[in-house]
């Protein structure tokens, strides 16, 4: 079931009234029903996945709690001793929750992919190895790490495990977030969705505004420039090198407007319910360095792999160990900082097979991954390059040049995502810089890539609306306060324009209208 189907919207609305006509004990249960019936619609296989995850995790939470409990129950004098007690075992648990849902994870994923790679030495072993054709769930990544981070949690003691099955896959299921995130954390939105509410039509309001502003990003925005992508990009060689900048450009575009009018439409759902889902993103196209960038896109995925894997990696044993081992033999900063070095490498390269099994993606990583390395590595260098030169952090021209630098690293690593292949992306970057043809820009090229001359016209001034608004946000913060102060008339114009817009250039534009996000897919 697709957001920008009528299904989902009737869905939504038919939730929201028995949500509120249902006594505030029972409530969560519309959700947990809403849910499933998402998945049921969505595609009927999801749904076991999701309760094979849930199960999982509930009874790994309640072994957990029971050896906190022990721990807790015991004198104080004896706690440390009870804790070593059952360390393995708490640990044992963990690990088969990660094994169990990563490991499903795996073959429904990757195992395809690995066995792609083996095929040659297979085939002079005479041995087969089988493929699978199970599909994709939707949103598999996403309920799977939600899940496991709840474990990890009951784990390290910071909530006491939810005893109730229903609630917990309501936890696991929500059905909003789990097309593409946010991944939540069990202790912020758990409580929320057993909370007993009543209606607050500011909340309906302000989901009606976020929802629109999100459709607006993907039907308006979105959708109309992935014409253009699939034109240039699904065919590269037929292009050239100014086209494919444009294309890869295109894609930015679309992907935000895509990803985060998902999000926006996802927080928008949440909150006729009253619920606060976490913000994903945070205007990065703003960002003055990579790492600030990916602090600004997808944020809870990188908290996630921040809590969840950099600092148990990079507080464990062994890496304690190579720290100890650089500092002795290295001088200086560098072999302070190498060991978190290549923490932050190993987990960027995680983060780019997360997207997916192709070596497109694990070569994203090392993109990003060595890019931010490098920096920290060379982090000393780059202060005395500075005071040498006399740069004034807090100048505005030093500002422009971290923005432009940023936005070229991040658009030369689209390259990389969208192309076919690896290689493809490589000769794609290599024709961009090498031989551009910058004649296709002005001599009517633009206009056979599937776009009319109103429809470029339309993208550019969305565009520059979405640009508008975030930098409103970056400079004088949150929109919506600035408009709670509005008259009624002027709040309720802010609302109709949209639609309107909605209808004009989305809706009634049917041939631009996708049926699925790009981050479904993850």
Request: proline fraction near 4%; charge should be positive.
């Amino acid at each position: 079931m697709s957001f920008t189907s009528l299904s989902f919207l009737l869905l939504v609305a038919g939730a929201v009234l028995v949500y509120y006509l249902l006594p505030q004990r029972a409530q969560w249960c519309v959700l947990l029903a809403a849910s499933l019936v998402f998945y049921c619609v969505g595609g009927g296989k999801t749904v076991l996945y999701v309760f094979y995850t849930a199960a999982i995790v509930y009874v790994c939470g309640l072994l957990l709690g029971h050896y906190n409990d022990l721990r807790r129950a015991a004198p104080k004098e004896e706690r440390k001793a009870v804790t070593a007690r059952y360390k393995p075992r708490r640990r044992a648990v963990v690990l088969v929750a990660c094994l169990l849902n990563f490991g499903l994870l795996y073959v429904l994923k990757y195992w395809n992919f690995t066995a792609d790679l083996f095929l040659p030495l297979a085939d002079r072993a005479g041995v087969q190895l089988p493929l699978s054709e199970l599909v994709l769930p939707l949103g598999v990544s996403f309920f799977m790490f939600q899940s496991v981070g709840y474990v990890i949690d009951v784990y390290r003691d910071k909530y006491a495990p939810e005893h109730h099955f229903g609630k917990l896959l309501l936890f696991v299921s929500f059905f909003p977030q789990m097309v593409q995130g946010p991944i939540s954390r069990f202790g912020d939105l758990g409580p929320q969705l057993l909370a007993g509410r009543s209606l607050d039509f500011g909340n309906l309001k302000y989901g009606i505004q976020l929802m629109l502003w999100g459709y607006f990003k993907k039907l308006v925005i979105a959708d109309r420039a992935a014409v253009l992508v699939s034109s240039v990009l699904d065919h590269p060689w037929d292009h050239s090198g100014s086209i494919l900048a444009v294309g890869v450009l295109f894609y930015c575009i679309q992907l935000y407007g895509d990803f985060s009018g998902g999000i926006d439409i996802t927080r928008g759902v949440a909150k006729l319910f009253g619920i606060d889902l976490a913000e994903n993103f945070r205007r990065p196209l703003y960002a003055t360095s990579l790492t600030d960038f990916w602090r600004r896109w997808h944020i809870t995925l990188g908290t996630w792999m921040r809590d969840y894997l950099f600092y148990p990696l990079s507080l464990s044993k062994p890496f304690g160990k190579l720290g100890k081992l650089t500092r002795r033999h290295i001088k200086g900063k560098l072999g302070k900082i190498l060991p978190t070095s290549l923490a932050t490498f190993l987990v960027y390269l995680v983060i780019g097979i997360w997207h997916g099994a192709n070596w497109r993606y694990i070569a994203f990583g090392f993109w990003n991954g060595g890019i931010i390395t490098l920096s920290l590595l060379l982090s000393p260098r780059f202060y005395r390059w500075k005071q040498s030169l006399h740069i004034n952090d807090t100048s505005r021209g030093w500002h422009l040049f971290r923005l432009v630098r940023t936005n070229v690293i991040v658009f030369f690593g689209r390259y990389i995502t969208r192309a076919p292949r690896f290689l493809t992306a490589v000769w794609m970057a290599k024709e961009t810089l090498l031989h551009p043809q910058f004649a296709d820009l002005a001599n009517g090229t633009l206009l056979t890539l599937g776009l009319t001359a109103q429809d470029y016209v339309v993208l550019l001034l969305s565009v520059a609306v979405l640009l508008l608004a975030e930098w409103y946000q970056e400079t004088h913060g949150e929109i919506r306060p600035a408009l709670e102060k509005q008259s009624p008339f002027v709040q309720w114009v802010c609302i109709a324009l949209p639609l309107v817009v909605l209808f004009c250039f989305g809706v009634l534009r049917a041939e631009y209208i996708s049926s699925t996000f790009l981050y479904q897919q993850f």
